[in-house]
């Protein structure tokens, strides 16, 4: 059974720092997909950040490039998001997803198979 578990979720002040990681199992981690989305109240869920099975690539939502960085831990087979400059629009619940064939639609929720249960993030102005 595949289990993506979110932690490093909270609340921040605007400009501060946050750093969230994605814990998975029973699922071959080096050879999936990793990625970020993230969902406001009354907003679709949105594309945050992706890393490659590889983490050879990376790829980032344009409203995060620059501030967000995404990276892979193989040892723990966590998933991490740092972000950095947080903005009060960046206040949302913060998912985690695997796919092993997410292809070109890594920007697309309807095409990741696995989520976890999110974390909230909350930044204050």
């Known amino acids: 059974q595949v289990q993506l578990v979110e932690s490093g979720g909270g609340l921040v002040q605007g400009g501060g720092s946050l750093r969230l990681s994605c814990a998975a199992s029973?699922?071959?981690?080096?050879?999936?997909?990793m990625g970020w989305f993230r969902q406001a109240p009354g907003k679709e869920r949105e594309f945050v950040a992706a890393?490659?099975?590889?983490?050879?690539?990376?790829y980032y939502a344009d409203s995060v490039k620059g501030r967000f960085t995404i990276s892979r831990d193989y040892a723990k087979n966590t998933v991490v998001l740092q972000m950095n400059s947080l903005k009060p629009e960046d206040t949302a619940v913060y998912y985690c997803?695997?796919?092993?064939?997410?292809?070109?639609?890594?920007?697309?929720?309807?095409?990741?198979?696995?989520w976890g249960q999110g974390t909230q993030v909350t930044v204050s102005s």
């Open positions: 997803a695997a796919d092993r064939d997410i292809g070109s639609y890594y920007y697309t929720s309807a095409a990741w198979i696995h």
């Open positions: 029973g699922l071959s981690f080096g050879t999936n997909v």
């Open positions: 890393i490659n099975w590889s983490g050879s690539s990376t």
